[in-house]
């Protein structure tokens, strides 16, 4: 499982993507489990990347992500 997080540059609105933070989680909690780590995650992340602005954020499989928007 994944967890989605659509960032822009903070300098830079116009410029933003997706980017794919690997969720370990058992198949049987999926779901559950990516929205109950989801904001821990997301608040690490965004503390090692001050430069990138967190606009939204969803869970999903694998490899749909990792693209501009």
């Not at 933070?21 to 990347?49: D, F, G, R, Y």
């Amino acid at each position: 499982m994944e967890l989605i997080l659509s960032i822009c540059l903070v300098a830079s609105p116009g410029t933003c993507r997706e980017e794919a933070l690997s969720v370990s989680v058992e198949k049987l909690q999926v779901p559950m489990q990516c929205l109950m780590t989801a904001m821990p995650t997301i608040a690490e992340w965004s503390e090692t990347h001050p430069k990138w602005k967190v606009l939204k954020w969803r869970c999903a499989s694998p490899g749909v992500a990792g693209r501009d928007i």
